[in-house]
């Protein structure tokens, strides 16, 4: 018998590109921490709210927001939560996607996630209060449902648990978190008009996408009119009397899962197919300009090139990748102009959040994920490339870049490390960067008009903490803000024409072309049962993104001028708003953030063999609440013999640092193995 006995020290394993094995999920890609954080702890009545430097005012925010949350959702869950519950904030999509408190790489759809083990909430800040706020309730939603489950077996002396079906976890989040709105109208009309809608045993077919989100949302929706929304709080609380969902549901409504399902069902198709009546879906009555990929964000160009004069410039992902293309629609032609997310320069084009502009001399500029911050590249068509590239020490976050009619400004949204995002204008000759707004608003959708100001959206209005935008403009020489759009609607992607402001609102339900005269009248253009978004003019072609059989696509209809359908205007109102932060009388202090160390894992184990005879042992992981110090302890014995009990322990201790760029790990074990097989024929 041969026995083999090692001792070893390891140190350190300096990894350049950052990120250590459990963190690799795709080839070639790794989790990297560009930003050292100095976390500080705001402790209230229910949370512990995590934040670093600048975000002092967010945190306070977030604070209020959860608070308010959970007295609300206490009372829907009929339920107390008694831990302090942890919630980290991101002031930027950018900073969240480098987060250690999971190790997955997270998509840039990801709009925040609550974590199983430890019951963290992870949200990050993309501009917009209202929607941040939405988020943590959300989340809360699932920290909520964690909790209540269990403390319903337990309190009844359950001990089988049994887990709901994805959907209805996120139906409920997204159901108890915010109002059904245009968003969610667009997706469940296209799926029923398309003939896509699933009966609720199938439902499990689309775990893991957005439109799982808004089925359950739906469903959740249509029990709460139809049957009460106590039906909804009934579940959680009668949880330990069945051993299946389907089971506790027809305890709870008095029907089967599947028959409400069918009246679901039904009620959709009630709800939409009436509506072609008068509206219609895009590729029925324009032009697709694009098929079979997902085509957003189209901006035309009357240059000469390849033979053409008539371009439109699109973004478009291909393959699960993002790219800048352009499509002639005289001739069919379509060039691959760059293609993005294969390198560290374009780690992200940011498919949905920010659009292209191009200047009337063929340079197209557009944003880029950078490292650990975005960036304004400039690409021209003569010389098919990037010819230049503008970075900004203060900005973060960069957004829907929009050329002058001179080609020498361009104006755009960016964030800061505070994470608000403030309207700016760049001068490209001497590269002066000129900040026009400061506040809490979210300025989105910048564009010049023919005076050389500045028209954008902005939740600035009176209803923006509801999370609705209008359009403003921004007078240059008096730098006075203007608001040009009032009312309870999402007024989106201003574009100046000769016979007004062209823009994209939802103010029929869903989202659809408008025209605002320079009188202030407002007439629609388009009535598409499902949507269109960011609306061009080329001579008198509209050129618009629209959205149809789940995906996004390039359209083009004539202009009829004089079918244009006058739309009621609301009358002004115009109110700042401020979003409330955390009492004091509820503030209990924020120190700075230490290290405190929790189990993630705890396993152990005995056995015996009627041959290798007992063996016993345990595992534990140990890390800190953000994810950046974790502790890998290892334990083990297969002796046989009383005399081989020392020399027999398997031990291992692994300590793992991610807080910076560089990781490191440090461990030390004694691992004891026989190679001889003790079996013998």
């Not at 899962?257 to 324009?286: I, M, S």
């Not at 339900?509 to 408008?514: F, V, Y």
């Not at 003019?537 to 209809?557: A, K, N």
Request: aromatic content about 16%; glycine content about 6%; hydrophobic content about 40%.
């Amino acid at each position: 018998m041969i026995k083999f006995t090692r001792l070893i020290f390891i140190a350190a394993a300096l990894v350049f590109s950052s990120g250590i094995a459990q963190a690799q999920f795709y080839f070639g890609k790794n989790k990297i921490q560009y930003t050292p954080f100095e976390w500080k702890v705001l402790t209230t009545d229910h949370f512990r709210i995590f934040f670093y430097d600048k975000e002092d005012d967010l945190a306070k925010i977030a604070a209020a927001a959860a608070e308010d949350a959970y007295v609300d959702l206490s009372s829907k869950f009929n339920h107390h939560i008694f831990h302090k519950i942890p919630l980290i904030i991101y002031s930027t999509p950018t900073f969240f996607t480098e987060t250690n408190v999971t190790p997955s790489l997270l998509p840039e759809n990801v709009a925040g996630f609550t974590e199983f083990f430890k019951g963290r909430m992870v949200v990050p800040f993309a501009g917009s209060i209202a929607d941040f706020q939405r988020v943590i309730k959300h989340e809360l939603v699932h920290t909520f449902q964690f909790d209540k489950i269990p403390a319903v077996m337990s309190e009844h002396r359950k001990t089988t648990q049994y887990g709901p079906p994805l959907w209805f976890v996120e139906g409920t989040a997204e159901f108890w978190s915010r109002e059904w709105d245009s968003e969610a109208e667009m997706v469940m009309a296209d799926m029923t008009l398309e003939g896509n809608i699933r009966p609720i045993s199938e439902l499990y077919g689309l775990s893991g996408t957005f439109f799982m989100y808004k089925f359950g949302e739906s469903f959740c929706h249509f029990v709460a009119d139809n049957y009460g929304e106590d039906k909804i709080q009934m579940i959680y609380e009668n949880w330990w009397k069945a051993k299946t969902f389907s089971e506790l549901f027809r305890l709870v409504v008095g029907k089967s899962l599947d028959e409400v399902g069918k009246e679901w069902v039904y009620y959709l198709k009630k709800r939409h197919f009436p509506k072609l009546e008068d509206k219609d879906l895009p590729a029925k009555v324009t032009t697709p300009l694009t098929s079979d990929v997902f085509a957003v964000h189209p901006v035309p160009l009357r240059h000469e090139y390849k033979g053409a004069d008539d371009w439109i410039i699109y973004k478009a992902n291909k393959l699960g990748y993002t790219g800048i293309y352009m499509r002639s629609p005289a001739t069919g032609q379509e060039v691959t102009l760059l293609k993005g997310e294969r390198s560290p320069d374009y780690e992200s084009l940011h498919l949905l959040r920010s659009g292209i502009s191009v200047s009337n001399d063929g340079r197209i500029v557009f944003v880029g994920k950078r490292h650990e911050r975005d960036v304004l590249y400039v690409y021209d068509l003569e010389a098919g490339d990037v010819i230049k590239h503008f970075e900004f020490p203060s900005l973060y976050h960069l957004q829907s870049p929009s050329w002058s009619a001179d080609g020498k400004s361009i104006a755009f949204t960016g964030a800061n490390y505070a994470g608000y995002h403030d309207l700016f204008l760049f001068q490209v000759a001497d590269s002066n960067l000129i900040r026009l707004t400061n506040d809490v608003y979210h300025e989105t959708d910048a564009a010049f008009d023919s005076n050389g100001n500045i028209i954008f959206a902005s939740d600035r209005g009176s209803y923006g903490f509801e999370a609705y935008t209008n359009l403003f403009r921004y007078d240059l020489k008096s730098n006075a803000i203007e608001p040009l759009t009032f009312g309870r609607y999402n007024d989106r992607s201003p574009q100046q024409t000769e016979d007004g402001i062209l823009f994209s609102s939802d103010r029929s339900g869903t989202s659809n072309i408008h025209l605002m005269k320079p009188d202030g009248s407002i007439y629609r253009i388009t009535d598409f049962a499902t949507g269109a978004f960011t609306p061009q003019l080329v001579d008198d072609r509209l050129i618009f993104s629209g959205y149809q059989s789940f995906t996004f696509s390039i359209y083009e209809t004539p202009l009829d001028t004089t079918a244009l359908v006058p739309v009621e205007a609301q009358p002004p109102l115009y109110t700042a708003w401020n979003p409330r932060r955390l009492d004091g009388t509820m503030e209990h202090g924020v120190v700075d953030y230490s290290n405190e160390y929790s189990l993630d894992i705890a396993q152990s184990a005995v056995s015996y063999d009627a041959v290798f005879g007992t063996m016993g042992g345990l595992q534990v992981v140990l890390s800190d609440m953000l994810g950046n110090h974790t502790w890998y302890f290892l334990l083990s014995n297969t002796a046989s013999q009383r005399n081989e009990l020392l020399e027999s322990f398997n031990v291992g201790a692994t300590f793992f640092n991610q807080e910076h760029r560089v990781n490191y790990g440090i461990g030390a074990y004694h691992l004891f193995n026989e190679y001889q097989d003790r079996v013998e024929g």
